[in-house]
């Protein structure tokens, strides 16, 4: 079948906490068997939080492989199986301490095609409510607004690199100006 691939064989070599790892044999369209190797994620939800001021709710923290703060929007992993709408309110209120009145989905994004199965869900918050903050155990990040269209110029210059923050808010950017 043109444009497709056939698993047959897939060999589990790391179960991890988040990730799990597999070395794959496919075979390809013209019968030839290739090595693949995925790694299965349970995917992850990214909130755009705009307050009523159209300020947006940034987060910096550290990011273990780039051994650097970035800045992104609240976001979280997801349970396998979990509701993305669900663990979106739920990363909203750990990392920011808000609830909204207004949730609205921005759609999905594969962030990494070659060899992670990651899904992530986009969603705009609005109507934005504050609480206490709480983050998990071993969560250590700090929040800040901004305008949102600094936000969107912090996108554009380069100043925000994360992938899932830089759809999301373009994405909001477009939807806003939309409704105009």
Known sequence: MHLREETVRSELIFDGKVVKLYKDEARLEDG????????????????????????????????????????????????????????????????????????????????????????????LARGLHFGEQKLDDDEFLDVFRVPFERAVEMTMNGEILDSKTQIALLKTKILLESKQ
């Open 32 to 123: 030839s068997i290739v090595n693949r190797e995925l790694i299965k994620h349970p995917g992850g939800v990214c909130v755009v939080p705009i307050d009523n001021e159209g300020n947006v709710y940034l987060v910096k923290q550290f990011r273990y492989p780039f051994q650097t703060e970035l800045v992104e929007i609240p976001a979280g992993k997801l349970e396998y199986g979990e509701d993305h709408r669900q663990c979106g309110l739920r990363e909203l209120k750990e990392e920011t301490g808000a609830e909204c009145d207004e949730f609205v989905y921005l759609g999905k994004l594969y962030p990494t095609v070659a060899y992670d199965s990651e899904i992530i869900h986009m969603y």
